[in-house]
């Protein structure tokens, strides 16, 4: 990725989130997108990106062989919300990582949109489970059968997702 791929995904981000959110998931974008594990996946329109998502590493500390990603953040430029692109980014994102493999996705999200695309609310344990105060927000997305039935335990996602702040959910609900 080049560095105005790299700025012009931070800055959908920045927009998408809005002026309150914005430059914190912005800058979360900006340092995941310097990690060699994170997996990026835009939609364009008319030649520039639309709408981008992030996944990362997602470890289940007693199942460490499974395969699974954390998804964030997913964002869609202002101008492009509810004209596909988000449709268009989970599609392609469900596809490219069922094809390198990846056995489940988690994300911590809006219990409207991601049961669209096959994500169901879970019982696994988030970094902190105790911070989950919206159930239904916390979902799973199994892309190899009988994959999520085999988890179980601890959970640890790359460090930026593992401040107590990124899974507390009573502000939302």
């Given at each position: 990725m080049n560095h105005i791929e790299k700025e012009t995904i931070i800055d959908v981000h920045r927009l998408a989130f809005g002026p309150e959110e914005g430059p914190e998931i912005a800058q979360l974008?900006?340092?995941l997108?310097?990690?060699?594990d994170t997996i990026s996946i835009s939609v364009s329109r008319d030649g520039k990106i639309a709408g981008n998502v992030l996944f990362t590493p997602f470890?289940?500390?007693d199942h460490p062989d499974a395969k699974c990603c954390l998804l964030a953040p997913c964002g869609v430029l202002p101008g492009h919300q509810g004209h596909g692109v988000g449709k268009e980014l989970m599609e392609t994102s469900i596809e490219h990582l069922t094809s390198m493999g990846m056995d489940a996705v988690f994300?911590?999200?809006v219990p409207a949109f991601y049961p669209r695309y096959g994500f169901i609310?879970?019982?696994k344990q988030t970094p902190y489970p105790d911070l989950l105060t919206v159930p239904e927000a916390w979902m799973a997305l199994e892309?190899?059968?009988g994959t999520a039935g085999k988890l179980s335990g601890r959970t640890k996602a790359v460090p930026q997702f593992m401040q107590p702040a990124?899974?507390?959910t009573s502000a939302h609900g």
């Open positions: 974008a900006e340092s997108l310097g990690r060699p470890v289940f500390l994300v911590l999200g609310p879970t019982g892309l190899t059968a990124m899974w507390d």
